[in-house]
Nanobody, 126 residues
Framework: QGQLVESGGGLVQAVGSLRLSCVASGRTFSGYAMGWFRQASGKEREFVATISRNGGVTYYASSVKARFTISRDDAKNTVYLQMNSLKAEDTAVYYC???????????????????WGQGTQVTVES
């Protein structure tokens, strides 16, 4: 199933920005839709954003829409999450995941993903 490795997390002040990266190895990256999820302390994992295999379809959780942008670079086997206007409530461990779906398919639920990274911590100070 390959490996997913996230990076780019850290500590940032509210209204600041961060860009997360997730590099995939051991798989045909272009064959998978990619997603970002997050899990805050004491809460369940929640969907953040997803992008289709060809990058033509994206979908966001309402809580991050217009602030976060998901993108992918198949030449680098990498999916990104650009996070702007960060809020304290965005504090969480962020995970990337891969889903084997049709070309324009996306998945917003965790059950649709078959491979997960180890996560990267994002902490937003208000």
């Amino acid at each position: 199933q390959g490996q997913l490795v996230e990076s780019g997390g850290g500590l940032v002040q509210a209204v600041g920005s961060l860009r997360l990266s997730c590099v995939a190895s051991g798989r045909t990256f272009s064959g998978y839709a990619m997603g970002w999820f997050r899990q805050a302390s004491g809460k369940e994992r929640e969907f953040v954003a997803t992008i289709s295999r060809n990058g033509g379809v994206t979908y966001y959780a309402s809580s991050v829409k217009a602030r976060f942008t998901i993108s992918r670079d198949d030449a680098k086997n990498t999916v990104y999450l650009q996070m702007n206007s960060l809020k304290a409530e965005d504090t969480a461990v962020y995970y990337c995941a891969a889903a084997a779906v049709p070309v324009n398919g996306i998945r917003s639920g965790p059950d649709g993903y078959d491979s997960w990274g180890q996560g990267t911590q994002v902490t937003v100070e208000s």
